[in-house]
């Protein structure tokens, strides 16, 4: 109903979460990939989720891309 307890105007009923992603490329294929940068790209990411907690939640790790497809047009 988006109103107050007394019901006598509005009141947030929703938490206001946000999410800060941050992500850093390799320099070069850490495993000598050779198709790494053309259709692979390694790297590590941050992310920080606020409104959760009272406190900022932090996580981080690696991550890693591919290209299935050099199809630059979706045709139905």
Same mark, same amino acid.
């Given at each position: 109903? @988006?109103? @107050?307890?007394? +019901? /006598?105007?509005? &009141? &947030? %009923?929703? =938490? /206001?979460?946000?999410?800060?992603?941050?992500?850093?490329?390799?320099?070069?294929?850490?495993?000598?990939?050779?198709?790494?940068? &053309?259709? !692979? =790209?390694?790297?590590?990411?941050? %992310?920080?989720?606020?409104?959760?907690?009272? @406190?900022?939640? !932090?996580?981080?790790?690696?991550? /890693?891309?591919?290209?299935?497809? %050099?199809?630059?047009? +979706?045709?139905?």
């Amino acid at each position: 109903d @988006n109103l @107050n307890a007394r +019901f /006598s105007g509005p &009141a &947030a %009923e929703s =938490l /206001s979460v946000s999410r800060d992603i941050g992500l850093i490329l390799d320099a070069s294929s850490p495993s000598g990939d050779p198709l790494w940068g &053309a259709a !692979s =790209l390694t790297g590590s990411y941050i %992310e920080t989720l606020s409104g959760l907690h009272k @406190n900022p939640i !932090s996580v981080a790790g690696r991550f /890693s891309l591919r290209r299935l497809s %050099e199809i630059t047009t +979706f045709v139905p």
